[in-house]
């Protein structure tokens, strides 16, 4: 018989102690939020530790799903005495690894279950909610009195969360108007790692509610476009607008990109469209192929019909009737939808954006795109998070001041072009989004290529495509070329002035500063916030660790 040696009886003696204080962990996550809200299976803590971004990550030693704010705080404070890292997930649409662990022995909290719309208060313009609700709750919950939020959700709001916005920032509906989701933030509620709570803006005065941010220094703003590195969102009071009741839709095609953006800029400086978009020529194919059918415009008939009364019939006739053919040999395209208080001042605006469209060369097209955005804002998200063929989708962007916004596409082009022959014998296709958030302009190029989808791919889309490409097999060489272009064209903007929203473990926010003094800032105030560095470790790079 083999004798044991010291060291592996001490070695036995540390695992099982460990055993015993894991024991101990999980059940008292069980006792603050309820066994079935405690997550320790390995197939869970990998499908949480999950994005969209193909990057190394650990796995979640637990998975907890607080249902308030006691619970959340109570857990946090738990994991905090057990030396663990915290890492908040929102509805899991990062694709910068925001919410995935980089140490081991971390604990993820699905924030899901706080979803809560704890107050409507249209006579001083707030609404508070819970950070776990999705924008399309909150905008659905809203839209019966009237009103809605500044910037009011992303694409992808049936699932991405309020607090997840607010971490990673975030834009599209209404952002032409209102901003990115940060700015329509006027207090927060937050988790610090170790489990205690602050309150920002005029929501801690002591005998005052939250309906001004600056109450002092913006303290709000340290915990909004932090991507969790500074605490865990667990209640938002976000400014409320009236809802314009009157909108004008446009869509145009351009011959060339320079044309487009300069019709894109020229909008934008005025300040008249809620959203203005533009896709290339293989956006434009891939909405062809899987965008808009016949089957879905007819589905959105009624809602749109209904919204406008009789007036709106022929328009949500155009609409069923452009079917996916409307973007059929596009080369770019033009997106714009406009609101206003009064039908004149819409119609007005309108042909203000119509005629410098026209100006720049464009010429009109069936307006289906835009209509059916605004009318259905929160569909689906293969269409986003899919190409048409069972692609795999990962996205970069730059976010540049407007002067910037026809080189920074033009050197896109060219980059994509130099890149041409590698892309083609790798079978990596891209395309560009381009859009603005007032005066900022953002574009937002996509790689795709065949790859295995993962589980957390499949969870999002309907099970009929689920079924049809869950066997596309693994590439990891294809995989490794498609994100080596990825970070040559992320590192092309940063050589450009760009700068990021989701900034998460992806972007190299410290290496793109030039002044020591802001970097010594930030980690000053995560060493008060966050003593440990437990807090989504990495995020926010260097400066959170």
């Not at 997930?89 to 924030?111: I, N």
Request: proline fraction near 5%.
């Amino acid at each position: 018989m083999r004798t044991i040696t010291a060291e592996e009886s001490v070695s036995t003696e540390k695992s099982a102690v460990a055993d015993i204080e894991k024991t101990a962990m999980l059940d008292g996550l069980a006792q603050i939020v309820g066994p079935d809200r405690v997550l320790s299976d390995s197939k869970s803590r990998e499908f949480y530790s999950t994005d969209l971004s193909w990057r190394p990550r650990e796995i979640a030693e637990v998975v907890v799903q607080p249902g308030s704010l006691d619970e959340l705080s109570a857990a946090i404070s738990l994991a905090s005495s057990r030396e663990m890292a915290i890492v908040p997930r929102g509805g899991g649409m990062s694709y910068t690894s925001g919410y995935t662990p980089q140490r081991s022995g971390s604990m993820l909290v699905d924030m899901r279950r706080m979803n809560k719309i704890v107050e409507i208060n249209t006579d001083d313009m707030y609404v508070i909610v819970e950070a776990g609700c999705t924008w399309k709750d909150l905008y659905e919950a809203l839209a019966p009195h009237g009103v809605r939020t500044p910037y009011w959700g992303p694409l992808s709001g049936a699932y991405a969360t309020v607090g997840g916005a607010l971490s990673q920032n975030s834009l599209f509906h209404g952002s032409g108007t209102g901003g990115t989701a940060a700015e329509s933030v006027i207090g927060l509620k937050v988790v610090l790692s170790d489990g205690s709570v602050v309150t920002t803006g005029s929501w801690a005065h002591k005998n005052s509610k939250p309906f001004w941010r600056h109450f002092g220094p913006d303290v709000t703003g340290l915990f909004t476009a932090d991507t969790g590195a500074m605490g865990v969102k667990a209640l938002a009071a976000l400014r409320l607008v009236t809802t314009p009741p009157h909108t004008g839709y446009l869509s145009y095609k351009f011959e060339t990109l320079d044309a487009m953006l300069a019709t894109q800029v020229r909008i934008a400086r005025l300040g008249i469209a809620s959203e203005c978009y533009g896709f290339d020529p293989y956006y434009n194919g891939g909405f062809e192929k899987q965008g808009i059918t016949f089957e879905e415009g007819l589905s959105i008939v009624g809602k749109i019909a209904r919204k406008g009364g009789l007036k709106n019939l022929g328009r949500a006739a155009k609409v069923a009737m452009g079917g996916k053919k409307i973007l059929k040999n596009v080369p770019y395209s033009l997106h714009m939808t406009i609101d206003a208080h009064t039908e004149v001042v819409a119609a007005e605006h309108t042909d203000i954006a119509a005629e410098i469209c026209v100006e720049e060369g464009g010429t009109e097209m069936v307006n289906s795109i835009p209509t059916v955005f605004r009318n259905a804002p929160f569909g689906g998200v293969r269409t986003i998070l899919l190409g048409s063929e069972g692609e795999i989708w990962i996205p970069v962007h730059g976010y540049f001041p407007l002067s910037r916004a026809i080189e920074a596409a033009q050197k896109t082009e060219a980059f994509l072009a130099e890149r041409k022959p590698l892309m083609d014998e790798w079978g990596i296709k891209t395309s560009y989004l381009t859009c603005f958030s007032g005066p900022e302009f953002v574009i937002e190029p996509s790689f795709y290529w065949h790859d295995e989808l993962g589980d957390f791919r499949l969870s999002l889309i309907e099970p009929e495509f689920a079924e049809k490409w869950k066997s596309i097999p693994a590439n990891e060489q294809r995989r490794k070329v498609a994100l080596q272009l990825r970070d040559e064209l992320r590192d092309l903007f940063d050589s450009l002035g760009g700068l990021h929203l989701q900034i998460g473990k992806y972007y190299q926010f410290e290496e793109m500063m030039n002044n020591p003094g802001l970097a010594r800032i930030i980690k000053g105030m995560k060493s008060v916030v966050d003593p440990k560095h437990a807090m989504n470790p990495g995020s926010l790079g260097a400066l959170s660790r």
